[in-house]
Structure formats: C-alpha cells, structure tokens
T-cell receptor
Framework: QKEVEQNSGPLSVPEGAIASLNCTYS??????FFWYRQYSGKSPELIMS????GDKEDGRFTAQLNKASQYVSLLIRDSQPSDSATYLC??????????FGAGTTVTVRA | SQTIHQWPATLVQPVGSPLSLECTVE??????LYWYRQAAGRGLQLLFY??????ISSEVPQNLSASRPQDRQFILSSKKLLLSDSGFYLC???????????FGPGTRLTVT
C-alpha cells in the first residue's frame, strides 16, 4: 500500500481558474505535510507546508489539511501559465524521512 | 541563508564505469542529508540519508554507496554503473523541526 497517493493527472485548467490537487496519506502519526513544485527538468521546490488542521494561505496558494480524514490538498487560485508543473505531496514518516507522492502534472492553458 | 550545490550538472557515463556525485550545503551546521533518484517520468526514490558525519542509512539495496566525509558534504558513488542507474539524482538537506527538505539543482546521469 502506497504511503502517499495523489489524484492522477494530468490536470488541465484554463488560465484564471482554480486548480485543485488532492493527496491522501496512510500514516496517522504524520505531523508535517508539504507541497513541492517541480518544473520539467528541474529539482523540486518547496512551496507550501502545513502542520495543523485547517487552511493555510500563501498568495495564490492555499493548503488544506484534515488529519482525521488523512487528507491534504492544494488549491491554486487564478492559475497562470507559470503554474504549469508537476506538484508533489510529501508527508513525514519519521524524524528524518519524507514520503512523496507520484505527483500530479498541471497544465494551465491560455 | 542556506545554499545547496551539486555537481556535475550532467554526466554521460558508459556501463561499468565508476561514479562520484558530490553535494555540499552552506549556511547550516549538522544538517540531515539525502540522496534521491528520479527516473524519467517517475517519483522520487530515497537512496541514502545521513544524520551526521560517517552515519549513512541505505534505503534501497543496489550498486550505489554514499559517504559523508565532512559535516556539509555528501557523496554518492558507484564502482560499476548499470544502465538502470540512469536518472536525475537529487541531494536534499533538512535541519528544521518540521522535517522540511530542500533540494539541490540535481545531476542528470545517462548511462550508455
């Protein structure tokens, strides 16, 4: 059983729309949750972190965490072509390691 | 601020040749260091991690090895490369209480 699962892509959204990315995890003791953005051919970049239930907003990005449902999501509002990338969900599985999802590729069409 | 370097950026090596990839981190002390591999179109696979000098944990049995000769230096090696070793090798560091990891620019390895 995969520890972190993300909704399958690719996800295509029109410019200006909201992109919604979902992630579920299996380890109930996980405390830290992250979203990374990876442009094609580049390394992953940390864009959001969330540690407690609820919403966390940073610019056009909103992360949502529900520990009871073991669910974390990322909303991208007013999507721009520069948001076209693969988004990786990551969850800590112990004091040192993160478990990464396979990623969801987002394409924002003009 | 912290900076992470990897080199080389790209590498083309024949099957059976040795490998040495280097990663260094600046601006932090005693970080946790990680080596990941990402095959084309695939997710991140954790290969090794280190919580201190000389301390290496291996996640996947293979023909690769890792060493940490200095606090902020992490080296990935192989004595004989296989075709299946091709991929994007990423070094990452972490020192925060919330387990976040930060990645270097990566090395793209092609084994021919």
């Amino acid at each position: 059983q995969k520890e972190v699962e993300q909704n399958s892509g690719p996800l295509s959204v029109p410019e200006g729309a909201i992109a919604s990315l979902n992630c579920t995890y299996s380890d109930r003791v996980s405390q830290s949750f992250f979203w990374y953005r990876q442009y094609s051919g580049k390394s992953p970049e940390l864009i959001m972190s969330i540690y407690s239930n609820g919403d966390k907003e940073d610019g056009r990005f909103t992360a949502q965490l529900n520990k009871a449902s073991q669910y974390v999501s990322l909303l991208i509002r007013d999507s721009q072509p520069s948001d076209s990338a693969t988004y990786l969900c990551a969850v800590n599985i112990d004091d040192y390691k993160l478990s990464f999802g396979a990623g969801t590729t987002v394409t924002v069409r003009a | 601020s912290q900076t992470i370097h990897q080199w080389p950026a790209t590498l083309v090596q024949p099957v059976g040749s040795p490998l040495s990839l280097e990663c260094t981190v600046e601006g932090t002390s005693n970080p946790n260091l990680y080596w990941y591999r990402q095959a084309a179109g695939r997710g991140l696979q954790l290969l090794f991690y280190s919580v201190g000098i000389g301390q290496i944990s291996s996640e996947v049995p293979q023909n690769l090895s890792a060493s940490r000769p200095q606090d902020r230096q992490f080296i990935l090696s192989s004595k004989k490369l296989l075709l299946s070793d091709s991929g994007f090798y990423l070094c990452a560091w972490s020192d925060g209480p919330y387990y976040e990891q930060y990645f270097g620019p990566g090395t793209r390895l092609t084994v021919t």
